[in-house]
């Protein structure tokens, strides 16, 4: 069992800057997928970034060029640098680790764009 706590979410201005970490429990293993998703209310929930065991990265088209997703595998981590963030990102945002047929969800973290 896999359990997820993301941290680094709040409010923040349009144009800012805001940096998402996922902190796993266990041990993450490098053929792990691992990725962000969000959910905006009224909406359903979207991937944002994934990045796999062997480092290859996909980003939605509206998050390309702003956001970055990284992991650490020996610090059990997964990370999503947001920058020149727009009000559109406002949203719930849960990290996910995909291992082999299994899915884990953390419990979300809220980020709010001001224009």
């Known amino acids: 069992q896999v359990q997820l706590v993301e941290s680094g979410g709040g409010l923040v201005q349009a144009g800012g800057s805001l940096r998402l970490s996922c902190a796993a429990s266990?041990?993450?293993?490098?053929?792990?997928?691992m990725a962000w998703y969000r959910q905006a209310p009224g909406n359903q929930r979207e991937l944002v970034a994934s990045?796999?065991?062997?480092?290859?990265?996909n980003y939605a088209g509206s998050v390309r060029g702003r956001f970055t997703i990284s992991r650490d595998n020996g610090k059990n981590t997964v990370h999503l640098q947001m920058n020149s963030l727009k009000p559109e990102d406002t949203a719930v945002y849960y990290c996910?680790?995909?291992?082999?047929?299994?899915?884990?969800w953390g419990q979300g973290t809220q980020v709010t764009v001001s224009s």
């Open positions: 996910n680790l995909q291992r082999m047929s299994s899915d884990y």
């Open positions: 266990g041990t993450m293993f490098r053929s792990d997928t």
């Open positions: 990045i796999w065991g062997g480092g290859f990265r």
